[in-house]
């Protein structure tokens, strides 16, 4: 059980103190601090292994990372946990492995609205009560219109011919509409 300062620490991990500190802060090497003589060191073996167990490598940054949602606060997030029962306090990994599942799947939703293979709702209900207020208009008037050609003719063929035609522009409209 070898103890390092948190210096030490960060020169053999490669990284800053600071995000030594921010793993401790944050939890995920939290267990491996020693305190001893008033100072903090931390057991060496441990929090690599801590260090390893809890941290995710992280990706360059991108452009579309600036338009990510933004995390909930550490008290929001306290707030949370300490509401839930000892047994369903989610571990770190299962955590990440749920928020990298929600944001592949929000970026998917993303990319089908970005080719317009998925639309709102409110859209598509608007457009559909549009349509159907069309062809209502176009069938409530066609009595209007074709009741003097129909009272003007005695043959069954044309009052046949006359309907289908004003039907027939009645759906047009709701196929081009």
């Given at each position: 059980m070898p103890l390092v300062t948190k210096s030490e620490y960060a020169r053999s991990r490669g990284c800053s103190p600071a995000a030594v500190t921010g793993a401790i802060k944050t939890g995920r090497i939290k267990a491996a601090v020693v305190t001893k003589d008033g100072r903090e060191f931390l057991?060496?073996?441990?929090?690599n292994?801590?260090?390893e167990r809890n941290t995710q490598q992280q990706p360059p940054p991108t452009r579309a990372a600036s338009t990510a949602p933004k995390p909930p606060t550490d008290?929001?997030?306290q707030a949370f946990i300490q509401g839930l029962p000892e047994d369903q306090i989610p571990d770190l990994n299962d955590s990440r492995a749920r928020r990298e599942h929600y944001l592949?799947?929000?970026a998917r939703l993303e990319a089908l609205r970005g080719r317009d293979e998925l639309v709102p709702s409110d859209q598509v209900k608007a457009?559909?009560?549009?349509?159907?207020?069309a062809v209502r208009d176009a069938l409530l008037g066609l009595a209007d219109r074709l009741a003097p050609?129909?009272?003007a003719t005695t043959d069954a063929r044309e009052c046949h011919r006359l309907?289908?035609?004003e039907h027939r522009v009645a759906l047009r409209g709701l196929s081009d509409g």
């Open positions: 057991d060496f073996d441990k929090a292994e801590l260090w008290r929001e997030l592949a799947e929000k457009e559909a009560f549009a349509c159907a207020r050609m129909l009272a309907l289908t035609e």
